[in-house]
């Protein structure tokens, strides 16, 4: 996990705010991704990206927005929190090249009140 | 569209007994299968894959898990389980040549001394 960080671990907010997610990885990955987890549906796709000028929308998209800084950095921004998004997430990377595994940070819990 | 079902919401095995933990898939092409391990407070971790060769194979911390092609199942197996095992297991597929891996709702396994 110490390959994949994410700020902040923990995160309480108010239904309106703009919250900002970010994941950095020193694994050297070209692909990075942003799950959610809810109890009982696994984790669902939010996001990826196979490199920075490449962006392209899992199966819940919607009330998010990604930005990649760099090669190493991809961050998860909700532009107006609601409190159906309380969940953990987590960023993943890959390397498609010499492994087709996910490695995932730590996950963020975020609760919207 | 690609699915994985996970059927059992939890299994519990006493330490020492063999595990499965089941898991079914759907794909329109080859799959890529994995197992993914999450622990309390951690993300998931990866155990094992299946991508192509030998139906069984073999994983960290002695799990393996055998893929039938004729049932589309991925089961994952340990013949003598320990209470350290107790964690949720993720199912999970990706097309060969696709891009996005899709996750099942996980099976809580506890394992009792």
């Known amino acids: 996990d110490a390959d994949v960080t994410q700020t902040p671990r923990n995160r309480i907010t108010k239904t309106g705010k703009r919250i900002m997610l970010e994941c950095s990885q020193t694994k050297g990955h070209d692909r990075m991704y942003w799950y959610r987890q809810d109890p009982g549906l696994g984790l669902r796709l939010i996001y990826y990206?196979?490199?920075?000028?490449?962006?392209n929308k899992g199966e819940i998209s919607d009330g998010y927005s990604v930005s990649r800084q760099a090669q190493a950095k991809f961050s998860l921004s909700l532009e107006s929190a609601i409190p159906n998004q309380t969940a953990l997430y987590f960023c993943a990377t890959s390397d498609f090249v010499n492994s087709v595994a996910l490695y995932f940070g730590p996950g963020t819990r975020l609760t919207v009140l | 569209a690609q699915s994985v079902a996970q059927p059992e919401d939890q299994v519990n095995v006493a330490e020492g007994n063999p595990l499965t933990v089941k898991c079914t898939y759907s794909?329109?092409?080859?799959?890529?299968l994995f197992w993914y391990v999450q622990y309390p407070n951690r993300g998931l971790q990866f155990l094992l894959k299946?991508?192509?060769?030998?139906?069984l194979v073999k994983g960290s911390y002695g799990f393996e898990a055998e893929f039938n092609k004729s049932q589309t199942s991925f089961h994952l197996k340990k013949p003598s389980a320990l209470v350290s095992d107790s964690a949720l297991y993720f199912c999970?597929?990706?097309?060969?040549?696709?891009?996005?891996?899709?996750f099942g709702a996980g099976t809580r396994l506890f394992v009792k001394a």
């Open positions: 999970a597929v990706r097309e060969n040549g696709g891009f996005k891996t899709i």
């Open positions: 794909v329109s092409g080859n799959p890529y």
């Open positions: 299946y991508i192509t060769g030998d139906n």
């Open positions: 990206s196979f490199d920075v000028k490449d962006i």
